[in-house]
């Protein structure tokens, strides 16, 4: 089975414009997260799915692969849903364009799971670190997502049940005070899909939990198929605001192109 990873990418960010373009390490950042996929083992082709002639370029420039999409796009999905058209592959793997230091293994290891159980989509989730028990990063941050876990298929790999951005389930014995973050499990935002199940999802209306959570994956729970979660020890950091970015740089050291 042929495997490629698209990169959905563009240049508006309402927190941090110009997001791919940022280059203080000495290299964009687009390119930061097309190395990190290009070292995922599974994976035949890695595609940056863009609506902007300077990314476009700037992966050529790098001599990466890029394809024009559509500027009406409201979501990265849908992005990748119409690169995904023109590429010559049997599933496909949504990796956002702001994950410069994802494990290239975890990306084998959510190709792995779409090979062999055959979901309509694949993804992953961490537990929450046991230390983060209120506020940025912890269970009850409603921009962590939280993923609900039901029924186990071998060890580390479950199927999801929902996704939401409250606190699930709800602590009552402790009047929701979190005793234990790390009975709690954070989404990561990567799927795998077949191309079939890709472009089903694309097509499917919003559900109103989808428009209630502001949560894409909940559309697929909605059409009454099956997302399988595989666990993995921790999450990179993405780059949503100024500050992600800055540590990013402190993370990595200037001039490491």
């Known amino acids: 089975m042929k495997t490629a990873i698209v990169i959905p990418s563009r240049y508006a960010s309402t927190r941090l414009p110009g997001k791919p373009l940022l280059a203080e390490t000495g290299q964009p950042l687009i ?5 990190q996929a290009v070292c995922a083992k599974k994976a035949d082709k890695v595609v940056v799915a863009t609506d902007d002639a300077r990314i476009f370029d700037i992966v050529a420039e790098f001599g990466g692969d890029a394809v024009m999409t559509d ?4 979501t990265g999905s849908a992005r990748v849903a119409e690169a995904a058209e023109k590429i010559d592959a049997d599933i496909i793997v949504n990796l956002q364009g702001d994950e410069p230091e994802i494990d290239p293994a975890h990306i084998d290891r959510l190709i792995d799971m779409q090979v062999r159980f055959k979901p309509f989509a694949s993804t992953l989730v961490c537990p929450f670190p046991s230390e983060a028990k209120k506020g940025a990063g912890s269970p009850d941050d409603s921009s962590a ?4 876990l039901g029924a186990q298929f071998e060890p580390d790999v479950f199927e999801a049940r929902y996704f939401t951005r409250n606190i699930c389930p709800w602590p009552r014995d402790e009047f929701g005070e979190i005793a234990t973050p790390s009975d709690y499990f954070l989404h990561v935002g990567v799927y795998a899909f077949s191309k079939y199940s890709l ?4 097509k499917a ?6 428009r209630a959570e502001r949560l894409e994956q909940l559309r697929i729970l909605e059409m009454g198929e099956r997302i399988i979660a595989g666990v993995i020890d921790r999450a990179a950091p993405g780059i949503d605001t100024p500050e992600d970015y800055r540590l990013f740089v402190a993370r990595v050291g200037k001039g490491a192109a």
Request: proline share 4%; glycine share 4%.
């Open 31 to 35: 390119r930061h997260v097309y190395e």
């Open 71 to 74: 500027s009406a796009h409201e």
């Open 145 to 148: 997502v939280k993923a609900v």
């Open 199 to 202: 472009a089903a999802f694309a």
């Open 205 to 210: 209306p919003s559900g109103v939990l989808e």
